[in-house]
Nanobody, 123 residues
Framework: QVQLIESGGGLVQAGGSLRLSCAAS????????MGWFRQAPGKEREFVAA???????TYADSLKGRFTISRDNVKNTVYLQMNSLKPEDTAVYYC?????????????????WGQGTQVTVSS
């Protein structure tokens, strides 16, 4: 059974940093794209970042320069480093794994999802 387990969320002051981790089990995703999405209260789940097996990356335009996605294919883990956090970054952050190798921006590009980790940024 495939599982994606996120960790690293929490409460942080504006301007602070957090590093989210997502550990996959049940199969290897070393040859597949993985991504992060987020969902704020009352809003649609939105794309944050994605990384291919060869470590090509893409980001939501509004997050470029503050967020960095990375992965460790040996550990079957993907990370999201979030810097200069703002109150509007408050959301549940979800890890997702695709069965494809291309960069995916839409939710439909991903097959497996984690349960999410809460990130709260106080002003």
């Amino acid at each position: 059974q495939v599982q994606l387990i996120e960790s690293g969320g929490g409460l942080v002051q504006a301007g602070g940093s957090l590093r989210l981790s997502c550990a996959a089990s049940g199969r290897t995703f070393s040859r597949n794209t993985m991504g992060w999405f987020r969902q704020a209260p009352g809003k649609e789940r939105e794309f944050v970042a994605a990384i291919t097996w060869s470590k090509s990356t893409t980001y939501a335009d509004s997050l470029k320069g503050r967020f960095t996605i990375s992965r460790d294919n040996v550990k079957n883990t993907v990370y999201l480093q979030m810097n200069s956090l703002k109150p509007e970054d408050t959301a549940v952050y979800y890890c997702a794994a695709s069965l494809s190798t291309g960069l995916g921006f839409s939710r439909s590009s991903y097959t497996y999802w984690g349960q999410g980790t809460q990130v709260t940024v106080s002003s």
